[in-house]
């Protein structure tokens, strides 16, 4: 059964999609079912009944869930979350900025992150089981193992505790150069790239591996190819895919990590926000947040599939 | 005048993970002169394989050489530079892999791959290089030459992939080829153009070359000297003639009785009484059709039968339906349409809905015995399950039914408590039997169970076989690409060509009589120990791999011969308008052909 490319493609975006159809009415549903709405964060516990009833007449809380999830989806295809219960501004323009953060923050981790965990990946795994494959190998496990709020908070002490070298919080208000840049957000990337760097490495370096005992590769050395052309031309476009798979996978757990790193760094980012928001009840709020990182996530994840599909001529047939 | 080639003393030593280094290659001395071709014979682990890349100064990972010297068109490859052994590999010496199918790069296209070592030692500009890889397609006898290239490997055949992986090692002109197993893995009507092709490209080039193999009929057709291995020391060494005809070392001699062709002579076992039926089978993959078939049929309205106690050989070539059909017959593959019949009753498609009686008496003895057998457990527990499952015995009895399994398999019961890992090849498939007769069967279906093992141990298998037929009236299905293995134990034949089987008779007749063109044409793509037997065989035409340009296989309507394609023998107006009918030869085989001119000599072999 031969099927071709754009088809192919076409399936896996239509997945994309059904997906996100089930995510909207998840993110919808499970708001929705927390105990507790914004007017109990409002009025506080000394509400009497009357007040509670007419603030969530007016907040339009009182009507049926579909008639809401309806009037929610249909605002949000526009690109209107609403606006926040607590003080009434646009959700989408609360959101902006501080998405503009985020992404600045993970996508400065990513830039790191990717070029290091591909160079150490396929390093290591030319040089397998050497000593320098052993010390990546320990390090990266190490890594992996110790939680990001452990390595940012041990780094908030000695960097900024101890040695007085950088700033404990993050004032994106001040950065207006590269240096001032590199100051504030040193600590917060770095601890975000290698959170992130130890599952890429360890995928890459599978990946590498297993396309290195190939035998197109020992065909390849008898056919007297040196060792760059061999890795680039030989390995790296078979192993691309898995290794694309693995990169977008531990981007969105870079999502993940923003959260963390936001609240140890108190950066003012979306997950903060979204934090924020989900203590105060703020539904629309943590709707809109939520859909910005399952969205970006789905993104991702179809981005890695589509260039798995696109990489070999072997996954066009599949 | 000095050789092209000269080994000297050469020692190899590996390890495996952080074992104690062990030798591979053992002070083995050769040469080879200019324009000359020396087999390097040798089974599973006899070093051949080491010594052939060591010619290219590619030792593989956890091997080095200990010791000797490899001197190759003037290099002498121990003391290169890894950089001066870049520069000469691929250029001087060049590479033929066992595996086409897998030594090409799935994610580039042929061309590329093709010219691409003459293009990284800058031999000639690019366009020259698609050229001359163009004639070196043709002189291959490639399809399309001039657009074979720009396709993927995936949608080339294993016999293609082959020859176009000669044409990658003759891109550069070497001055040696290394050919390592090339036909090993090719069914024996392809093999036979590939040898045909590799063999007219060497002679007009003058190539100098090594030929690693463990077949001695290919031996004979293509090299003049050769070189006997076991263990990674050499046992004898001459030229051709003398070590196929003359062999003075033991272990030559057993080798060479071990592919001596044999048949066996039939046995008076009577038709009709049959114990496992098939009719009119039908098996596909795929959603049905308009007329209830399945989209890709794979098995085609076949019928056979075996008798109580006999040997049915089933022989086709890759992809031909064998395995489905053994797939079918074992209950793990649904049929479309047609019937089982096991003792005159009719078998459920789904192994699951056949009665315990039924699934006890049909078991199945799967090719790789590493898939079937649980490498953490030793052998002993591993047939007691199987012992326990089928109910015929507990507690001591048990122990004492898996020695006597053991036994039957001809090996210790000493060997009970060891691992799968702790045999050898020959000793898993054994058990792998013990593990079928354990269930206390009729019928014993074999899917191509020697097709892994080295000549000698499989012939020991094959003897085994015959042995458990005499002594417990077994019946076998012996499925298998090997007409000599087929024709040295079983009494009857089904020959399977895609799908359908094309004749059904006595194997011992398969040698002489009518028969239906396809097996003519296996028959005579075997080779045989004679030097000759390449030319004589090209000369008589039957070996007509590729399809005629007017005759499309793709587009020729399936109720027509299947064979239509390659027949060389096919009459226009009967073969390409009519349905082949069943034809029952007289005193031969039931063939399924129109026969046309069952008259003329040359439809019998």
Same mark, same amino acid.
């Given at each position: 059964?031969?099927?071709?490319?754009?088809?192919?493609?076409?399936?896996? #975006?239509?997945?994309?999609?059904?997906?996100?159809?089930?995510?909207?009415?998840?993110?919808?549903?499970?708001?929705?079912?927390?105990?507790?709405?914004?007017?109990?964060?409002?009025?506080?516990?000394?509400?009497?009944?009357? %007040?509670?009833?007419? +603030?969530?007449?007016?907040?339009?809380?009182?009507?049926?869930?579909?008639?809401? !999830?309806?009037?929610?989806?249909?605002?949000?295809?526009?690109?209107?979350?609403?606006?926040?219960?607590?003080?009434?501004?646009?959700?989408?323009?609360?959101?902006?900025?501080?998405?503009?953060?985020?992404?600045?923050?993970?996508?400065?981790?990513?830039?790191?992150?990717?070029?290091?965990?591909?160079?150490?990946?396929?390093?290591?795994?030319?040089?397998?089981?050497?000593?320098?494959?052993?010390?990546?190998?320990?390090?990266?496990?190490?890594?992996?193992?110790?939680?990001?709020?452990?390595?940012?908070?041990?780094?908030?002490?000695?960097?900024?505790?101890?040695?007085?070298?950088?700033?404990?919080?993050?004032?994106?208000?001040?950065?207006?150069?590269?240096?001032?840049?590199?100051?504030?957000?040193?600590?917060? @990337?770095? %601890?975000?790239?290698?959170?992130?760097?130890?599952?890429?490495?360890?995928?890459?370096?599978?990946?590498?591996?297993?396309?290195?005992?190939?035998?197109?590769?020992?065909?390849?050395?008898?056919?007297?190819?040196?060792?760059?052309?061999?890795?680039?031309?030989?390995?790296?476009?078979?192993?691309?895919?898995?290794?694309?798979?693995?990169?977008?996978?531990?981007?969105?757990?870079?999502?993940?990590?923003?959260?963390?790193?936001?609240?140890?760094?108190?950066?003012?980012?979306?997950?903060?926000?979204?934090?924020?928001?989900?203590?105060?009840?703020?539904?629309?709020?943590?709707?809109?947040?939520?859909?910005?990182?399952?969205?970006?996530?789905?993104?991702?994840?179809?981005?890695?599939?589509?260039?798995?599909?696109?990489?070999?001529?072997?996954?066009?047939?599949? | 005048? %000095?050789?092209?080639?000269?080994?000297?003393?050469?020692?190899?030593? =590996?390890?495996?993970?952080?074992?104690?280094?062990?030798?591979?290659?053992?002070?083995?001395?050769?040469?080879?002169?200019?324009?000359?071709?020396?087999?390097?014979?040798?089974?599973?682990?006899?070093?051949?394989?080491?010594?052939?890349?060591?010619?290219?100064?590619?030792?593989?990972?956890?091997?080095?050489?200990?010791?000797?010297?490899?001197?190759?068109?003037?290099?002498?490859?121990?003391?290169?530079?890894?950089?001066?052994?870049?520069?000469?590999?691929?250029?001087?010496?060049?590479?033929?892999?066992?595996?086409?199918?897998?030594?090409?790069?799935?994610?580039?296209?042929?061309?590329?791959?093709?010219?691409?070592?003459?293009?990284?030692?800058?031999?000639?500009?690019?366009?020259?290089?698609?050229?001359?890889?163009?004639?070196?397609?043709?002189?291959?006898?490639?399809?399309?030459?001039?657009?074979?290239?720009?396709?993927?490997?995936?949608?080339?055949?294993?016999?293609?992939?082959?020859?176009?992986?000669?044409?990658?090692?003759?891109?550069?002109?070497?001055?040696?080829?290394?050919?390592?197993?090339?036909?090993?893995?090719?069914?024996?009507?392809?093999?036979?153009?590939?040898?045909?092709?590799?063999?007219?490209?060497?002679?007009?080039?003058?190539?100098?070359?090594?030929?690693?193999?463990?077949? *001695?009929?290919?031996?004979?057709?293509?090299?003049?000297?050769?070189?006997?291995?076991?263990?990674?020391?050499?046992?004898?060494?001459?030229?051709?003639?003398?070590? *196929?005809?003359?062999?003075?070392?033991?272990?030559?001699?057993?080798?060479?009785?071990?592919?001596?062709?044999?048949?066996?002579?039939?046995?008076? @076992?009577?038709?009709?009484?049959?114990?496992?039926?098939?009719?009119?089978?039908?098996?596909?993959?795929?959603?049905?059709?308009?007329?209830?078939?399945?989209?890709?049929?794979?098995?085609?309205?076949?019928? !056979?039968?075996?008798?109580?106690?006999?040997?049915?050989?089933?022989?086709?070539?890759?992809? #031909?339906?064998?395995?489905?059909?053994?797939?079918?017959?074992?209950?793990?593959?649904?049929?479309?349409?047609?019937?089982?019949?096991?003792?005159?009753?009719?078998?459920?498609?789904?192994?699951?809905?056949?009665?315990?009686?039924?699934?006890?008496?049909?078991? !199945?003895?799967?090719?790789?015995?590493?898939?079937?057998?649980?490498?953490?457990?030793?052998?002993?527990?591993?047939?007691?399950?199987?012992?326990?499952?089928? =109910?015929?015995?507990?507690?001591?009895?048990?122990?004492?039914?898996?020695?006597?399994?053991?036994?039957?398999?001809? +090996?210790?019961?000493?060997?009970?408590?060891?691992?799968?890992?702790?045999?050898?090849?020959?000793?898993?498939?054994?058990?792998?039997?013990?593990?079928?007769?354990?269930?206390?069967?009729?019928?014993?279906?074999?899917? /191509?169970?020697?097709?892994?093992?080295?000549?000698?141990?499989?012939?020991?298998?094959?003897?085994?076989?015959?042995? +458990?037929?005499?002594?417990?009236?077994?019946?076998?299905?012996?499925?298998?690409?090997?007409?000599?293995?087929?024709?040295?134990?079983?009494?009857?034949?089904?020959?399977?060509?895609?799908?359908?089987?094309?004749?059904?008779?006595?194997?011992?007749?398969?040698?002489?009589?009518?028969?239906?063109?396809?097996?003519?044409?296996?028959?005579?793509?075997?080779?045989?120990?004679?030097?000759?037997?390449? /030319?004589?065989?090209?000369?008589?035409?039957?070996?007509?791999?590729?399809?005629?340009?007017?005759?499309?296989?793709?587009?020729?309507?399936?109720?027509? #011969?299947?064979?239509?394609?390659?027949?060389?023998?096919?009459?226009?107006?009967? #073969?390409?308008?009519?349905?082949?009918?069943?034809?029952?030869?007289?005193?031969?085989?039931?063939? *399924?052909?129109?026969?046309?001119?069952?008259?003329?000599?040359?439809?019998?072999?």
């Amino acid at each position: 059964m031969k099927n071709s490319l754009p088809k192919l493609i076409g399936k896996r #975006c239509l997945a994309a999609a059904t997906s996100l159809v089930f995510v909207v009415v998840t993110v919808f549903a499970v708001t929705n079912i927390l105990p507790g709405d914004a007017t109990d964060a409002l009025l506080g516990q000394n509400a009497t009944p009357q %007040t509670v009833a007419a +603030l969530r007449h007016g907040m339009g809380l009182d009507q049926p869930i579909f008639f809401r !999830f309806w009037s929610w989806l249909w605002a949000a295809v526009h690109g209107e979350f609403g606006h926040s219960l607590l003080n009434g501004l646009s959700v989408a323009d609360a959101i902006g900025p501080r998405l503009h953060n985020s992404l600045l923050l993970a996508g400065a981790a990513a830039l790191i992150a990717v070029p290091a965990s591909l160079f150490l990946g396929i390093t290591s795994a030319i040089w397998k089981d050497t000593f320098y494959d052993r010390i990546v190998s320990i390090m990266t496990l190490g890594v992996v193992s110790v939680p990001e709020f452990v390595i940012a908070t041990i780094a908030v002490y000695v960097f900024s505790v101890r040695l007085h070298l950088l700033p404990a919080i993050v004032d994106v208000g001040s950065v207006h150069s590269l240096g001032q840049f590199l100051y504030a957000f040193f600590m917060p @990337v770095t %601890t975000l790239a290698l959170v992130s760097l130890a599952q890429m490495v360890r995928m890459t370096r599978a990946a590498m591996a297993d396309t290195l005992s190939a035998s197109y590769i020992e065909m390849a050395l008898l056919k007297g190819i040196g060792p760059v052309r061999l890795i680039l031309v030989h390995a790296l476009p078979n192993a691309l895919g898995p290794i694309v798979n693995a990169v977008a996978l531990s981007l969105s757990s870079l999502l993940g990590g923003v959260v963390v790193i936001e609240v140890v760094f108190t950066y003012p980012g979306i997950a903060g926000l979204m934090v924020d928001a989900v203590s105060s009840r703020d539904v629309p709020m943590v709707q809109a947040c939520a859909l910005v990182f399952c969205v970006t996530y789905l993104i991702l994840t179809t981005f890695a599939d589509i260039v798995t599909i696109l990489s070999l001529p072997r996954g066009r047939k599949a | 005048m %000095t050789a092209t080639i000269q080994v000297e003393n050469l020692d190899i030593v =590996g390890r495996r993970g952080k074992g104690v280094e062990l030798p591979i290659v053992q002070n083995v001395s050769f040469s080879v002169q200019r324009g000359d071709m020396l087999a390097l014979i040798g089974e599973s682990g006899s070093g051949k394989t080491t010594i052939a890349l060591s010619l290219l100064g590619h030792i593989r990972k956890g091997c080095r050489i200990a010791g000797g010297s490899v001197r190759v068109a003037g290099y002498d490859i121990t003391t290169l530079t890894p950089h001066e052994c870049r520069s000469m590999r691929g250029r001087v010496v060049s590479y033929v892999a066992q595996n086409a199918g897998s030594a090409f790069n799935p994610a580039l296209s042929i061309m590329p791959q093709v010219v691409e070592a003459a293009s990284v030692h800058r031999i000639l500009p690019k366009r020259d290089l698609e050229a001359r890889a163009i004639d070196l397609f043709r002189a291959l006898a490639l399809p399309d030459p001039e657009t074979i290239g720009k396709r993927y490997p995936s949608e080339l055949s294993g016999g293609q992939l082959q020859r176009l992986m000669a044409a990658m090692a003759l891109i550069t002109d070497p001055e040696v080829v290394v050919f390592d197993e090339p036909t090993t893995a090719l069914d024996v009507t392809t093999q036979i153009e590939v040898l045909a092709a590799f063999k007219a490209v060497l002679a007009e080039r003058g190539i100098t070359g090594v030929y690693v193999t463990h077949d *001695l009929a290919v031996v004979a057709q293509i090299a003049d000297h050769a070189v006997v291995l076991k263990d990674g020391a050499i046992r004898e060494a001459g030229t051709v003639s003398d070590i *196929l005809f003359q062999p003075e070392d033991p272990y030559s001699q057993a080798l060479l009785a071990a592919a001596e062709p044999s048949v066996r002579p039939t046995q008076g @076992v009577e038709e009709g009484e049959a114990l496992l039926e098939v009719r009119d089978l039908v098996v596909g993959y795929g959603r049905p059709t308009a007329m209830g078939l399945p989209e890709n049929v794979i098995v085609n309205h076949t019928s !056979f039968s075996v008798p109580k106690g006999g040997m049915l050989g089933i022989i086709g070539e890759s992809g #031909c339906g064998k395995s489905t059909l053994a797939r079918a017959i074992s209950g793990l593959q649904p049929w479309a349409s047609g019937d089982i019949f096991f003792n005159g009753v009719s078998l459920a498609g789904d192994v699951t809905l056949r009665t315990p009686e039924q699934r006890r008496h049909l078991q !199945f003895v799967a090719q790789n015995a590493d898939s079937v057998l649980n490498p953490t457990k030793p052998i002993g527990k591993t047939l007691e399950r199987v012992v326990r499952f089928y =109910g015929n015995a507990r507690g001591e009895a048990v122990t004492r039914r898996v020695y006597e399994l053991l036994d039957m398999v001809q +090996l210790s019961p000493a060997l009970a408590t060891r691992l799968p890992s702790e045999l050898s090849g020959g000793q898993k498939q054994r058990v792998n039997f013990a593990r079928a007769l354990a269930a206390g069967p009729k019928v014993v279906l074999c899917d /191509e169970i020697t097709a892994a093992l080295d000549t000698v141990v499989a012939a020991a298998i094959r003897t085994l076989m015959t042995d +458990l037929q005499r002594d417990l009236g077994l019946a076998f299905i012996f499925i298998t690409h090997d007409l000599h293995a087929l024709q040295s134990i079983c009494d009857r034949v089904a020959v399977l060509y895609a799908g359908q089987a094309v004749e059904v008779g006595s194997a011992e007749a398969l040698g002489a009589g009518i028969h239906h063109p396809y097996t003519r044409l296996l028959r005579a793509s075997v080779p045989l120990m004679d030097s000759s037997w390449l /030319e004589r065989t090209r000369e008589r035409g039957l070996a007509k791999a590729l399809p005629v340009a007017t005759c499309d296989p793709a587009s020729t309507p399936p109720e027509l #011969c299947c064979f239509l394609a390659r027949c060389p023998d096919r009459v226009s107006g009967l #073969c390409d308008k009519e349905p082949p009918p069943t034809l029952f030869v007289p005193q031969g085989p039931r063939v *399924l052909c129109h026969l046309p001119t069952s008259t003329r000599p040359e439809f019998s072999t």
